[in-house]
């Protein structure tokens, strides 16, 4: 779950239902008493994180359980794994704003991600906004349920579907956060 506050006082929060439904719930009104609901239209059943923009957009980033075969895993950059959601103010209509496992967005390495072990699958991963840049920072595994790892994965978007960093990935750090200052700067700390 993952929730995030507008200007005017309404709350916004993405969750997962548990029949897997990935949503999109506001609530406004005095003491949040005013309830919109909505299904986010993807098949990716994953929520890997939730966040708005200055102009009301909400945005949700969704991912699928990695399944990845060998031939799979060899190619690197496969369609569907990550995408970047787009839900416009006033809206109820899901649009994807980006595709994020092509090479363009994560230059140094592909997504795979979630993780999986043990046939569980989880997210780690979290975005913020800042600055018109939706960040995600992302981890994942090789492909072993035994060797799972961060990569320190940055990957920046443009609100328009733009891609603004693809870095990261070098390094194998601990867990990403990201924070955003009171200018709208994003910031990645490795912990």
Do not use: C
């Not at 990550?82 to 592909?110: E, I």
């Not at 979290?126 to 072993?144: C, D, F, K, R, S």
């Not at 349920?145 to 891609?163: F, L, M, Q, Y």
């Amino acid at each position: 779950m993952f929730a995030a506050a507008a200007p005017d006082g309404s709350v916004d929060v993405a969750w997962r239902s548990t029949d897997g439904r990935l949503m999109l719930s506001t609530f406004s009104g005095q003491n949040w008493s005013q309830f919109q609901q909505i299904q986010l239209n993807t098949n990716l059943p994953l929520l890997a994180g939730f966040a708005r923009d200055e102009a009301g957009n909400r945005y949700v980033a969704a991912m699928r359980r990695e399944t990845a075969t060998p031939q799979e895993w060899a190619a690197g950059y496969r369609p569907g794994v990550a995408n970047v959601l787009r839900v416009p103010p006033g809206s109820n209509q899901t649009q994807l704003l980006a595709d994020v496992n092509q090479q363009m967005f994560s230059r140094k390495t592909p997504i795979f991600n979630p993780m999986n072990m043990a046939n569980n699958s989880y997210v780690n991963a979290e975005m913020a906004y800042g600055g018109g840049t939706l960040v995600l920072a992302l981890g994942h595994n090789n492909g072993q349920a035994t060797d799972i790892h961060e990569t320190g994965n940055i990957i920046g978007i443009g609100t328009d579907g733009s891609v603004r960093y693809g870095g990261g990935g070098e390094q194998h750090p601990g867990n990403v956060k990201l924070a955003v200052d009171g200018n709208g700067f994003v910031k990645a700390q490795n912990f």
